[in-house]
């Protein structure tokens, strides 16, 4: 065999050996900001350089590529069936990708049942996670899952190392952001990296979540006025994202981008006005009112304090309807117990964003805590927690 | 036809090649679709090759090579035509290649851990390809492969392939025809055996 006549049989191998994916290609260069003109005109004809086939037998020819493909790639091949990193995307329908070490999609599989036509129509394998986070997003978008309204997804990552979580995360977030960009919608993404315990797993489990979504509910607990992960389970991912938008979770690993879809709330000029007329109709005023916001059963929700001097007032709003869903009245200074109120602030819950809160402008308080409702400008200093007693365990207004 | 004119010949369809490949570039660097595809198209094989001699691993090679052609239209607007367009997008895969490598060292899955791994799991049975490939591997360095696929699949020049790989040209040579050598050796080997 002559020179030659090797490297021809190399480049033939390889010409066959080589995959090829343009789509896949022409998608990564849009993510990446390459911009191709569309209608161009056909490139003019570019000589193709023929590979002539020698008269090389096929034993040689395969042992050939077997050298040249240099082994590795075979004796590595086990290795890409081995799950390492795994990428959990909620919206409605929640998806785990599970990852090799190389970050080639091995398994995609349906987190609940909303999930199955979603899945159902890619075959992922060997995919780079960019693709298949990108297809799956474009799915979802079809499939009316993500709107301009319900804008919102959360990505989550997990595996056996934290900063190789914290980086796939950040990759599948970019994913979501370019595709969710391409087809229209801005979409806000939080995305987190965590560890999957059998904690996290059980609570999952019980929520009925995927685990993504349970470390994102745990973050929030003993920061909510009233913190229920059942509560918390029901919202929808945009809604969660509303709520960690306003809030300082505990989850540090927590990156929000864009604006999770908010306007169909009530913000929190709105729950202290409703708060106001309630207090109003019921020949009642106050000082001071201070709204915050959180989750009751019937989804978000504002719980609204305030006081006169003598009595403190707890209002529950909610974000959704606008309607007063609860109210109760403690006295100031006569601690009763679970039937009668007490004037004793419960432990600070986590910092909550100054936006959350707010202070009709009529009540003087110092000004670290919250921007007064005519202005709602939030101030760059955390929220003082606000003081909340469960609405049940006081005396109805009404 | 003697090995002059061969060598001229082969010469002028380089230079042509490399006219046609800069002119692609500067139509990708514009938006053109059809010339990513086409260079893609073109040079994907040899791309995917250099990749793998490095990698070594047919996935990560993949991703370099998809990731090749994301700089390659990222970048066309910058490059400055040298007559070297395959050394230009070779070179941007080898920075991706030793990028992906440090990143698979940083996950603590070596490319040695694998072939021991392998090795221990047994993965193949005993027949004469298994024994080609090992004895394969153990003949070939990792800088003999890389030049014979920059050569021999790519189509670099070995001056190219020295100033790519900072190695004197003697050394590209003299590492290029020792590889041959080895790779016919064994094919020969082989093909007798069977």
Redesign the interface.
């Known amino acids: ?1 002559t ?1 030659d006549e ?2 021809s049989l ?2 033939e191998e ?2 066959a ?6 789509e ?3 998608s ?2 849009h993510a ?7 209608g ?1 005109p ?2 003019p004809a ?4 023929k590979i002539h086939k020698r008269g090389i ?1 096929r ?2 020819a ?3 590529m ?15 069936g081995i799950p ?1 990193d795994h990428i959990q995307l909620d919206v409605n329908p929640s998806i785990e990708l599970t990852l ?5 999609v091995i398994s995609c599989e349906p987190v609940n049942t909303d999930a199955d036509p979603i899945v159902g129509r890619f075959d992922l394998q ?1 995919r ?1 996670l960019d693709y298949a986070v990108a297809k799956l997003t474009g799915a979802m978008m079809e499939a009316g899952y993500i709107t301009d309204e319900k804008n919102t997804v959360l990505v989550g990552a997990y595996g056996n ?1 934290t ?2 979580s914290a980086e796939l995360a950040e990759q599948a977030a970019s994913a979501v952001s370019d595709a969710a960009r391409e087809g229209g919608v801005k979409a806000a993404v939080l995305s987190h990296y965590f560890t999957a315990t059998d904690q996290l797993s059980a609570l999952a489990r019980a929520l009925g979540v995927s685990q993504s979504k349970a470390a994102l509910i745990s973050s929030f607990n003993g920061l909510l006025p009233d913190y229920d992960s059942d509560n918390l389970a029901r919202l929808s991912v945009t809604e969660l994202g509303v709520l960690a938008d306003a809030y300082d979770t505990a989850d540090n690993a927590l990156t929000i981008s864009g604006t999770p879809y908010n306007a169909g709330h009530l913000d929190a000029d709105q729950a202290l006005s409703a708060a106001r007329q309630a207090l109003t109709a019921s020949g009642k005023t106050a000082n001071d009112l201070l709204a915050k916001l959180g989750v009751d059963k019937n989804g978000l929700s504002y719980y609204v304090t305030g006081s006169n001097g003598a009595q403190k007032y707890n209002y529950l709003v909610s974000a959704v309807t606008g309607r007063v869903a609860d109210s109760a009245v403690t006295v100031i200074g006569t601690v009763t117990g679970n039937a009668g109120g007490t004037d004793t602030p419960s432990a600070p819950p986590a910092t909550a964003k100054p936006a959350v809160t707010a202070r009709p402008a009529v009540t003087a308080k110092p000004a670290a805590t919250a921007a007064p409702v005519t202005t709602p400008t939030p101030t760059p200093t955390p929220t003082k927690p606000v003081v909340t007693a469960p609405p049940s365990s006081c005396t109805d207004l009404n | 036809m003697d090995d002059h004119s061969v060598q001229d010949r082969a010469e002028i369809v380089s230079i042509d090649d490399a006219k046609v490949k800069d002119k692609l570039i500067t139509d990708i660097a514009r938006g053109g679709r059809a010339e990513l595809e086409m260079l893609y198209r073109q040079t994907s094989p040899a791309v995917y090759a250099y990749a793998l001699s490095i990698l070594k691993n047919s996935s990560a090679a993949e991703d370099v090579m998809q990731d090749t052609y994301v700089s390659v239209a990222q970048n066309a607007a910058g490059y400055e035509s040298q007559g070297k367009p395959m050394a230009w997008i070779m070179t941007i895969t080898r920075n991706l290649a030793y990028m992906q490598l440090r990143k698979s060292e940083s996950k603590n899955v070596s490319i040695e851990d694998y072939t021991d791994l392998a090795s221990q799991r047994d993965l193949y049975s005993e027949t004469d390809r298994r024994l080609l490939l090992k004895t394969a591997l153990s003949i070939l360095s990792e800088e003999e492969r890389q030049i014979v696929t920059l050569h021999g699949v790519s189509g670099l020049k070995h001056r190219e392939i020295a100033d790519m790989m900072n190695l004197p040209l003697s050394t590209v040579l003299t590492k290029y025809k020792r590889a041959l050598e080895k790779m016919k050796k064994q094919l020969g080997g082989v093909a007798g055996d069977e």
């Not at chain 1, 050996?17 to 343009?22: E, G, I, Q, V």
């Not at chain 1, 990446?32 to 569309?38: E, I, K, P, S």
């Not at chain 1, 090799?100 to 080639?104: A, D, Q």
Request: aromatic share 10%; hydrophobic share 50%; with cysteine.
């Open positions: 065999m020179n090797l490297e190399l480049r390889f010409a050996a080589a995959p090829s994916d343009f896949d290609l022409l990564r260069c990446a900001g390459w911009q191709d003109t569309d161009a056909a490139a570019v000589p193709v350089k037998g034993i040689l395969a042992a050939a077997f050298v040249l493909l240099l082994g590795g790639g075979v004796y590595g091949y086990h290795l890409t390492t090799n070490t190389f970050g080639r060997g780079s190392r900063a190789l």
